[in-house]
């Protein structure tokens, strides 16, 4: 099993520019989620969505969009980058019955200049 | 607010030696404490999970406790070595119960093991 996938691994984007981090897992998790990771700051919460069809906002929401047309899939866009979203993005799923272990991904690296 | 906060930056041991990490948390009353470790450029690995009604969880040279009345969790590394040098990171659940994937995370501890 791969597990839980990001692509890309590196971008660099300029401010204004719109992107999408793609994600995908393949263990048939219901929850999915995406955080940002930034110096000092522990992981934060973007959004998260329990199911296809729904996706609810986390900590720092804005600037980002989600959707989940199925289980496998939860990318973020990144609308109109600002050099304030330059972080490390990971995305993550997990099942009901794991006691709320979460699988990470490798992280996508994202520079807006 | 809630805060989620781990008490050392970085902390620096010899070998062989038990490290010890501090996770302390306010205005909050989680239902799960989880430790996750993450290597330079990868993703964070989960580790154990405690919940609220147990005090200890130990897997192999890991041992974490949980203090709801101190709002506290160690985790404990025996026998260290150069190869547990990561940065470790505590989480709590959000909502007391299923967390959907909603947790919040401290900002770290990094861990150097000396040979």
């Known amino acids: 099993n791969a597990g839980v996938t990001q692509t890309p691994k590196f971008q660099v984007l300029k401010t204004g520019q719109s992107m999408t981090l793609q994600c995908a897992q393949d263990m048939n998790h219901e929850y999915m989620s995406w955080y940002r990771q930034d110096p000092g700051m522990g992981l934060r919460l973007i959004h998260y969505s329990v199911g296809a069809g729904i996706t609810d906002q986390g900590e720092v929401p804005n600037g980002y969009n989600v959707s989940r047309s199925t289980t496998e899939d939860f990318p973020l866009r990144l609308l109109s980058a600002a050099p304030s979203q330059t972080s490390v993005y990971f995305c993550?799923?997990?099942?009901?019955?794991?006691?709320?272990?979460?699988?990470f991904g490798e992280g996508s690296w994202l520079t807006v200049v | 607010s809630q805060k989620i906060e781990q008490n050392s930056e970085a902390l620096n041991i010899q070998e062989g030696k038990t490290a010890t990490l501090t996770c302390n948390y306010t205005n909050y009353s989680p239902a799960y404490l989880q430790w996750y470790r993450q290597d330079p450029g990868r993703g964070p690995v989960f580790l154990l999970l405690i919940r609220e009604n147990e005090k200890e969880k130990r897997k192999e040279r890991l041992k974490v406790t949980f203090d709801t009345t101190l709002k506290q969790s160690l985790f404990h590394i025996t026998a260290s070595q150069p190869a547990d040098s990561a940065t470790y990171l505590c989480?709590?659940?959000?909502?007391?119960?299923?967390?959907?994937?909603?947790?919040?995370f401290g900002q770290g501890t990094i861990l150097t093991v000396h040979p």
């Open positions: 989480a709590l659940d959000r909502t007391g119960g299923t967390s959907y994937g909603k947790l919040t």
């Open positions: 993550a799923s997990s099942y009901a019955g794991s006691g709320n272990t979460i699988y």
